[in-house]
Each structure stands twice: as C-alpha cells, then as structure tokens.
C-alpha cells in the first residue's frame, strides 16, 4: 500500500508554551509532502522528525495568525541556504502574499528557487490543487479572519496484480501496467487470461481533513462526509463553550459532534489553549460522543490505514 501519513509537528494555540509548538503538520502522500500551516520552530519540528525539505512542494496556510504563518519565512531562508532549485508553492487566503513577499524580498535576497504564492477564496470549496496522487479542496471556516481548512483525497488507486499469476503465466513486466489499468494478458499460445482473474481490486482511496481554527460550523459536513482522518481544532473544554464562541473556537465536543456527523472514521483534536495542563479531559469529553479519538501530540504520526 502506497504511504498516505499525517505527522503532527505541533499542536499549541497562540501563546508559546513548553509543552506545544504552534500548529504544523505534514502530509505525506505517495511519499510527496505537503504542510499545513507553519508556526514559529516548524523546520526544527521538520528536522526532529527526519522528513526532507526536498520532498517538500507545497505549504498551506489556513489563516494570517502568527501561530499559523510565523514559521513560513524561515523554512523559505533555510532551503536557500540548503541549494533548493524547484519551485516553493505556498497557499493561504487573502493578504498572504502581501504578508510574505516583502519577507522574501529582505530576508531572501539571491534565493536559489522561486517562491510561487497562490491566493485563495476562504469562503468557497473548491479544489485548488491535483496531481497524479492526489486532489487538494478547501474547507470554508468560520475565525476572526478569513480562514479555510483542506481536504487531501488520494486518487484510486489500481489493482493488485497477483505474483503466483505472473509466475503461472510467465507474465513480463512490461504487460503488468497494462493489466492493472484492465488489459487481459495474451498467451503466447493465444489463450486469453482476463485481467480480472489476474488481480485483486485497489485498496479504496484515502482522505484527510484538516480543520483549524474554527468556531463550531455543521455546514462543512457534507464536504468532509466519510473522512478517513479527521483533525478538527479543539481549543477549549466543554466548560469554556461560551469562550469558545466569542473567540471563534471549537470545544472538544464539537469537534466530536463535527466527526460523528460526518461519519469520519478517526477524529484527532489539537490546537489546545495554553490555559490547559492536562488535555485529557478534552480526551474524555471527546470519546463520550465519539470514541475513535486521540489527541495530538508533537511527533505523533498516525497512518491512514484501510477501515472501510
């Protein structure tokens, strides 16, 4: 099965503490890594986690908070420095690019590689982003400024070809592509072996949503419905709802309530405030309403494996 993992680079709300980074994570997918969001000490999370700047193309920002943007410029300034050439995209909504350009041009003087800075609509879903593995969506959110979570959704994938039949057949290699894409195989005595007797059906395809920061907002259930992954921002217990809707947060049973909906199949709830020591009642309130949770953590990495 191709890689599809999310790693947790931090998990903290705004005001630094000892305990949490600022909020990072990265994507791998097919072993290409996206980022989403970048705090202050991002590439030091980077390199504790042994993932390489090279495999690195893209960066998504969800919204212009420094606990979401900060780390941007010098992940930018230490790819120069590491002789990067291909080109650096990087997404988020509106006032991005007049945020990190005029960084660029006094911090990144002689840079060996283009910083390319996509503006986009917080407000719309819409896909933004697509390859041979992968398609990226945003996830309109509802914060303090426009903001916008993404939704990455593996492409299927093809079939298995089984090795006992290549053996049986004595099958070349250069016929498997061929079969997985559903081509029968053509004896060299003329006998025709169905494709559908030489493989096993693709893996379904894989998704994960990402979800920070935002007050509690049903509407995106529909475009989330049967996630994979779910990480959805959890920045203050149930007692604090009322705080949560002034500062336009999520309780952890909100996010709870957002994954049971939408019929997710893991919720992972981070973004905690700094006035919390212990985040295991986020856990307990969570798990009361949806019990596939876990909580995030620096360095945790949780795979996508097939549950359907």
Same mark, same amino acid.
């Given at each position: 099965?191709?890689?599809?993992?999310?790693?947790?680079?931090?998990?903290?709300?705004?005001?630094?503490?000892?305990?949490?980074?600022?909020?990072?994570?990265?994507?791998?997918?097919?072993?290409?890594?996206?980022?989403?969001?970048?705090?202050?000490?991002?590439?030091?999370?980077?390199?504790?986690?042994?993932?390489?700047?090279?495999?690195?193309?893209?960066? &998504?920002?969800?919204?212009?908070?420094?606990?979401?943007?900060?780390?941007? /410029?010098? $992940? #930018?300034?230490?790819?120069? +420095? @590491?002789?990067?050439?291909?080109?650096?995209?990087?997404?988020?909504?509106?006032?991005?690019?007049?945020?990190?350009?005029?960084?660029?041009?006094?911090?990144?003087?002689?840079?060996?590689?283009?910083?390319?800075?996509?503006?986009?609509?917080?407000?719309?879903?819409?896909?933004?982003?697509?390859?041979?593995?992968?398609?990226?969506?945003?996830?309109?959110?509802?914060?303090?400024?426009?903001?916008?979570?993404?939704?990455?959704?593996?492409?299927?994938?093809?079939?298995?070809?089984?090795?006992?039949?290549?053996?049986?057949?004595?099958?070349?290699?250069?016929?498997?592509?061929?079969?997985?894409?559903?081509?029968?195989?053509?004896?060299?005595?003329?006998?025709?072996?169905?494709?559908?007797?030489?493989?096993?059906?693709?893996?379904?395809?894989?998704? &994960?949503?990402?979800?920070?920061?935002?007050?509690?907002?049903?509407?995106? /259930?529909? $475009? #989330?419905?049967?996630?994979? +992954? @779910?990480?959805?921002?959890?920045?203050?217990?149930?007692?604090?709802?009322?705080?949560?809707?002034?500062?336009?947060?999520?309780?952890?049973?909100?996010?709870?309530?957002?994954?049971?909906?939408?019929?997710?199949?893991?919720?992972?709830?981070?973004?905690?405030?700094?006035?919390?020591?212990?985040?295991?009642?986020?856990?307990?309130?969570?798990?009361?309403?949806?019990?596939?949770?876990?909580?995030?953590?620096?360095?945790?990495?949780?795979?996508?494996?097939?549950?359907?």
């Amino acid at each position: 099965m191709e890689k599809f993992e999310v790693t947790i680079l931090g998990c903290g709300c705004a005001l630094p503490t000892m305990r949490h980074f600022g909020a990072s994570q990265v994507v791998n997918i097919h072993e290409k890594l996206f980022m989403v969001d970048c705090a202050e000490a991002t590439q030091l999370q980077f390199r504790r986690n042994r993932l390489k700047f090279s495999h690195l193309g893209h960066i &998504f920002i969800t919204h212009l908070h420094g606990d979401h943007f900060f780390g941007v /410029i010098g $992940i #930018i300034s230490t790819m120069s +420095l @590491l002789g990067r050439t291909s080109t650096l995209h990087v997404w988020g909504p509106q006032g991005i690019e007049e945020a990190l350009q005029p960084q660029i041009n006094i911090f990144c003087q002689g840079m060996t590689f283009n910083v390319e800075i996509h503006t986009l609509d917080a407000q719309t879903h819409q896909k933004v982003y697509e390859d041979r593995s992968v398609e990226i969506y945003t996830i309109p959110l509802r914060h303090r400024v426009p903001c916008c979570g993404y939704l990455f959704k593996e492409k299927p994938l093809l079939p298995h070809i089984l090795r006992d039949m290549i053996e049986a057949y004595d099958i070349p290699i250069s016929q498997i592509n061929n079969i997985k894409l559903g081509m029968d195989y053509t004896c060299p005595d003329g006998t025709v072996i169905p494709h559908t007797r030489l493989t096993t059906p693709a893996d379904p395809p894989r998704s &994960f949503a990402y979800c920070s920061d935002t007050t509690y907002k049903p509407d995106i /259930i529909p $475009i #989330i419905k049967d996630v994979d +992954l @779910l990480y959805h921002e959890a920045t203050f217990t149930d007692e604090e709802e009322k705080a949560a809707s002034r500062f336009f947060h999520s309780t952890a049973s909100q996010a709870a309530t957002i994954a049971r909906d939408c019929h997710a199949h893991r919720l992972c709830i981070g973004h905690f405030s700094s006035r919390y020591d212990d985040e295991s009642i986020f856990l307990d309130q969570a798990r009361a309403i949806f019990p596939e949770t876990v909580l995030a953590r620096e360095n945790l990495v949780i795979p996508l494996t097939i549950e359907h």
